[in-house]
């Protein structure tokens, strides 16, 4: 018979999977979708990059903002909040023309930050014995998110058109907001964790900005293909829009095996840094394949997709253990995100303005190859056996 407490806590961890399938989809959505709502719309390639580059400009401008709201409301408020907002910006973006679409793109794009900031925290405080096992887990849904909005989005679109095919999410942010609310409602008002919303020390730490600027470069990384691929695979390998959209679902498909990867590994050494370096080396077989071989963009896919997903589950992951406790935990990943997120908010953009300077690709990869060199560097900084924080001790607790 379950026992009392465990129930509880099972009905919480599914309602932080139920958070995270919202926290990757309503972005993935917009790819497949793109040509219809760029030939709507009458946007630019550069406008239209801005509806994947302003969530991600959120993720990093609303990250200080984030911790400051759960500390002052509580950690479960916040998220619910979060999900909250999804919901709303979900419908709005569909409500009018371009001023409308990118008002709701950035409501989305705050909400998804407060989760992206505060459920690693919740982890990292309510599970601390299985905190990097379960951040696996957890960045398995965000995959999975993803999927099933890449794959369903042109299906629904070719029925009720590209508005419905986006709004149509926010019914799945308003189930998230229900269950969070039933699995925390005993916690509700308690404050997520004490200490300073900030650890100026961390900012002088090499562990701490090697985790954050390996999550700036996966982020370039990811948000950069979830933004292109489909025009990519229509551009250079002749395929029409709907196996395009296919070929995306693929790419966060394969997501979840990567996220769910990175937790059986991550315990086999003490150190972790291989395991950066190994996703850092995935991406340069990526954007080499797609410069050199286009043709062969199902491997490229099936490649791009492992290693965007083991390349998330990794930063976060590493970003729970550097952690010395919950508080550091907020404070890092507030660091991370803000500066990471700045950095990944860059990669859309940037590479829209290439191909659309260029009529072409091979600026874009050749950018994204010199980020894969990053995320490598970096990878292997971030797996040092040490941890930052707030309640910093000496030897292995400085991380300097």
């Known amino acids: 018979m379950r026992s009392p407490v465990a129930a509880p806590r099972v009905l919480l961890f599914a309602a932080v999977l139920l958070v995270a ?10 790819a497949p979708l793109l040509p219809q709502i760029r030939a709507d719309l009458s946007l630019s390639a550069t406008t239209a990059g801005l509806l994947t580059t302003l969530p991600v400009l959120c993720f990093a401008a609303a990250a200080p903002a984030s911790t400051w709201l759960a500390r002052r409301s509580g950690l479960e408020t916040a998220i619910l909040a979060g999900c909250l907002a999804i919901a709303l910006g ?22 998804i930050t407060l989760g992206n900031v505060l459920v690693p925290v919740a982890i990292k405080r309510d599970f601390p014995a299985r905190a990097g096992t379960l951040t696996g887990v957890y960045t398995g849904a965000l995959a999975g998110g993803a999927t099933i909005a890449a794959a369903l989005a042109a299906p629904l679109a070719a029925v009720w058109g590209w508005r419905v095919g986006l709004a149509v999410w926010a019914a799945l942010a308003l189930v998230a907001a229900v269950v969070w609310q039933v699995a925390t409602r005993g916690q509700r008002g308690t404050g997520p964790v004490r200490g300073p919303e900030r650890d100026p020390r961390l900012w002088l730490s090499p562990v701490a900005w090697a985790v954050t600027l390996f999550l700036g470069f996966q982020s370039i990384a990811y948000f950069s293909v979830t933004a292109w691929l489909p025009t990519l695979l229509v551009d250079t390998a002749g395929l029409d829009l709907p196996a395009a959209g296919a070929g995306m679902a693929l790419f966060q498909l394969l997501g979840i095996a990567g996220t769910l990867l990175v937790p059986l590994l991550v ?6 840094g291989w395991l950066g370096v190994t996703v850092g080396g995935g991406w340069v077989v990526v954007a080499t394949g797609f410069l050199l071989w286009p043709s062969a963009w199902i491997a490229w896919t099936l490649v791009g997709g492992v290693v965007q997903g083991a390349g998330i589950s990794f930063a976060l992951t590493v970003l729970v253990l550097r952690a010395h406790d919950a508080a ?24 829209g303005a290439l191909y659309q300077a260029t009529g072409g690709w091979s600026g874009s990869l050749l950018f994204l190859l010199v980020v894969a060199a990053g995320m490598a560097v ?5 797996g040092r056996d040490t941890t930052v924080g707030a309640r910093l001790t000496a030897g292995r607790a400085s991380g300097r």
């Not at 315990?267 to 972790?272: D, E, N, P, V």
């Not at 890092?332 to 990944?344: D, I, K, T």
């Open 90 to 111: 979900t419908v709005l973006r569909t409500l009018g023309g371009t001023a409308v679409l990118l008002a709701g793109t950035l409501v989305i794009g705050i909400g």
């Open 328 to 351: 550091a935990a907020r404070a890092l990943s507030s660091m991370a995100q803000l500066v990471g997120y700045s950095l990944g908010a860059a990669g859309p953009a940037v590479v």
């Open 267 to 272: 315990g086999r050494r003490a150190q972790q």
């Open 21 to 30: 399938f919202n926290l990757r989809g309503s972005i993935a959505v917009v």
């Open 378 to 382: 970096s990878g292997l900084v971030a």
